[in-house]
Structure formats: structure tokens, C-alpha cells
């Protein structure tokens, strides 16, 4: 099935891709992506000819009726992984575990640092934990990759895309073993996570904000509701 989707997606959006000899042909690697669209998951592993995994919420696995089993059968097709996001520490110790298990297989691990969708197509700073700990934890190479207009094809909200041709960048891979077995030093997994974020942005060209982008989604929905509010206020004739 991943080969038929990915036929597909090549044939009608024609991506173009660079770096794709820094993938290995084999052995564990860690996939580290900015993060600008839905289809990302998608568009990634469509041009690639091995799997990668990426984790995805676990009620897009469970989800009742027809569109539900569809819902669950394309994620599955494409190498998505659920999570669990139930438990005290949630999605996050989940998916810090099912990427260990993608890297001990030999397999490639997809993951995307600033934790959630860029709101306005810039890169914000990167989480310290999934992509440092799995990293740090087996010693696999992480890999920095920039989506290019994705953004464009599948805004937030659309659920049809629009027909243009994205771009990928692939960067060389970065060795990080000189820290193995210090995944739980947060000052090692802030400057892994700056490094790699760092390599995304001199391939992708972004603006680089230095606040997380969950933060900067509360902020612009904040001002979205007063805005909201200050009209309303306003009364007829305003």
C-alpha cells in the first residue's frame, strides 16, 4: 500500500527532491523534519524507497464507522504509528519509546522537533525531548529535512489540496554518539535539539522564532478571540 500511495502523490504533485543520497540504504536513522502541513507525513516517505515511521495519534487508529477503518488502513499504509497520548506523561515518553523500538529494528524514524504545525510557515524552536532522547538513546545519525511549500498544498482547515509541486531537502547526517547515554542531561538534549533545528533552517530558508510554536498558537488564537470580543463590544454603527 505504501508504494501505491506514494506512486500516486509523485504522479500528481510531481515533488522534487534534493539530498537523497544522504538516506542510507540501509540501517537506522533518525528522519528530523519541519513540520508546515497535514500531508508532510505523506509527501516524505513517497519519495523515498525505504519506510519511515512516523507516530500519529491513536484515534486515527480507532476511530467507528467506514471512514474510521479507512482513516486507520491509509495511516497505516503510509507508516504512520499510533500513540497513546493517555497516562501521566502522555503522548510524549510514548513516542520517545516507539521510536527506540523503529531505531533497534534498523528501520527509519520519522519525527518532527517543534512538536506540532508551523501557524505561519516559520520554524520555532524545536522540543528537547522525542528527537534528542531517541537520538542519544541508540547513537542512530539524525537526519534534517525541509519540507518546501507544504504548506500551500494543505493549509490547516483544507481538506482538499491544492495541485503544486512541493520540494524536500535532505541534509547530510549528524553524528551525535559523542553524547550516548546522556539522554537525560537537558542541557545536552537543549543543544542537540538547537543543532539539529539550526540544519532545518539553513535548508529551508525559514524565519526562525525562538519560542515554541504551541506557545505561538495560543497567541495568535488569544488575539483571534479579542479581537473577536473588542468588535462585539462595539455594538451596531461601529
Known amino acids: 500500500m505504501k508504494f501505491s500511495i506514494g506512486g500516486s502523490l509523485k504522479l500528481a504533485f510531481r515533488p522534487w527532491v534534493e539530498g537523497l543520497e544522504n538516506i542510507?540504504?540501509?540501517g537506522p536513522a533518525i528522519l528530523a523534519s519541519n513540520h508546515l502541513s497535514f500531508s508532510d507525513s505523506f509527501f516524505l516517505p513517497a519519495v523515498l524507497d525505504r519506510k519511515v515511521t512516523f507516530i500519529a495519534k491513536?484515534?486515527?487508529f480507532t476511530s467507528p464507522g467506514?471512514?474510521?477503518k479507512l482513516t486507520a488502513a491509509f495511516f497505516k499504509g503510509v507508516g504512520q504509528l499510533p500513540v497513546d497520548r493517555s497516562g501521566a506523561r502522555g503522548a510524549g515518553e510514548a513516542a520517545i519509546k516507539s521510536g527506540i523500538e523503529v531505531i533497534r529494528r534498523g528501520e527509519l524514524f520519522g519525527i518532527y522537533p517543534e512538536g506540532t504545525r508551523s501557524p505561519d510557515g516559520r520554524l520555532y524552536r524545536g522540543k528537547p525531548g522525542g528527537l534528542a532522547r531517541v537520538a542519544l538513546a541508540t547513537g542512530a545519525p539524525v537526519i534534517p529535512v525541509a519540507m518546501i511549500d507544504t504548506e500551500k498544498i494543505q493549509p490547516p482547515g483544507k481538506v482538499i489540496p491544492k495541485l503544486m509541486r512541493p520540494g524536500i531537502k535532505i541534509g547530510k547526517p549528524l553524528d551525535f554518539s559523542r553524547y550516548h547515554g546522556m539522554?537525560?542531561?537537558?542541557?545536552?538534549?537543549?543543544?542537540v535539539t538547537d543543532e539539529v533545528m539550526y540544519e532545518?533552517?539553513?535548508l529551508s530558508g525559514q524565519e526562525y522564532v525562538d519560542i515554541y510554536a504551541t506557545a505561538a498558537k495560543r497567541?495568535?488564537?488569544?488575539a483571534e478571540k479579542a479581537a473577536k470580543a473588542a468588535k462585539g463590544?462595539?455594538?451596531p454603527g461601529e
Not at 539522554?183 to 543543544?191: G, K, N, P, Q, T
Not at 497567541?219 to 488569544?222: S, V, W
Open 200 to 202: 532545518i533552517m539553513k
Open 219 to 222: 497567541r495568535i488564537a488569544d
Open 24 to 26: 542510507p540504504a540501509e
Open 233 to 235: 463590544a462595539g455594538g
Open 66 to 68: 467506514v471512514k474510521g
Open 183 to 191: 539522554e537525560h542531561d537537558r542541557f545536552i538534549l537543549r543543544s
Open 58 to 60: 491513536a484515534e486515527y
